[in-house]
């Protein structure tokens, strides 16, 4: 069996310019990832089948974003045992608030590891799970390291040019 990968799922398009960047963290990480657009309240059954199908080809965990009502990271919960991390969309009259709350609140043993919403939560959707990942990948963890470093030097040289400027 080929390496694992992360499949990335959300609800509708419009998700797709947020969970881009879930996308774009981990292939920056070099870790293989495939997207979905499938809906826990359209779709049921072909969400429920992509699951199975992706469990069979090597799938570690998901992914899931969605707004409004945001039931993706739950329905997708329940029918795996893989970890799952949820997106909630900044959509709708409360900009995501619903989808936080909808997202979070799962029933005992039934987890869904819930991050930021919007973009930001996205991207560090693709953080956590290459972080997961990395438990069982020493070279992952490695290039998720140097990543860290890399920002943390970008900071540092930011406070620099600050403080010349300032003299």
Excluded at 93 to 113: C, E, F, K, N, R
Aim: charged content about 15%; aromatic content about 2%.
């Amino acid at each position: 069996m080929s390496s694992p990968f992360v499949a990335i799922l959300m609800g509708s398009e419009s998700d797709l310019p947020v969970m881009q960047g879930a996308s774009d963290v981990l292939s920056g990480l070099g870790v293989r990832c495939e997207m979905k657009i499938t809906s826990a309240h359209r779709t049921p059954a072909a969400t429920q089948q992509y699951i199975s199908d992706a469990e069979s080809r090597g799938c570690a965990l998901f992914i899931a974003g969605a707004g409004l009502a945001a039931h993706l990271a739950g329905a997708v919960a329940a029918h795996t045992l893989k970890p799952v991390i949820g997106v909630p969309i900044d959509s709708g009259p409360m900009q995501g608030m619903d989808s936080l709350l909808s997202t979070v609140q799962m029933p005992a043993g039934i987890p869904v590891a819930t991050v930021a919403i919007g973009k930001t939560g996205a991207k560090n959707a693709g953080y956590l799970a290459a972080q997961i990942l990395a438990l069982q990948d020493a070279d992952l963890a490695q290039r998720v390291r140097a990543e860290r470093e890399q920002k943390a030097a970008s900071v540092q040289a930011q406070d620099r040019a600050l403080q010349e400027s300032r003299k």
